[in-house]
């Protein structure tokens, strides 16, 4: 999973880092800092949990579609 915000629409409210502060942190102007955009299979609850209460809908998870590598003779 990998994750976006959208900057236009992110108010910094907290809300996200709250719930996932390894992946989010809001620094000391009220900026949100993304600390992660490529999320492992633990962190995926707290992050779907942010981006479900985030008041603005700024959060976007993304699924990573990955391509299998073909063995080239």
Do not use: N, Q, W
């Not at 707290?46 to 209460?53: F, G, I, M, N, R």
Request: include cysteine; charge should be negative; hydrophobic fraction near 40%.
């Amino acid at each position: 999973m990998k994750i976006s915000v959208d900057y236009e629409k992110c108010t910094g409210l907290g809300i996200c880092e709250s719930l996932a502060p390894d992946v989010f942190e809001v620094d000391d102007s009220g900026a949100l800092v993304l600390l992660k955009e490529s999320l492992s299979d633990e962190e995926r609850e707290a992050v779907e949990a942010a981006v479900a209460a985030c008041p603005t809908e700024a959060l976007r998870l993304h699924s990573v579609v990955t391509t299998p590598s073909v063995a080239r003779p």
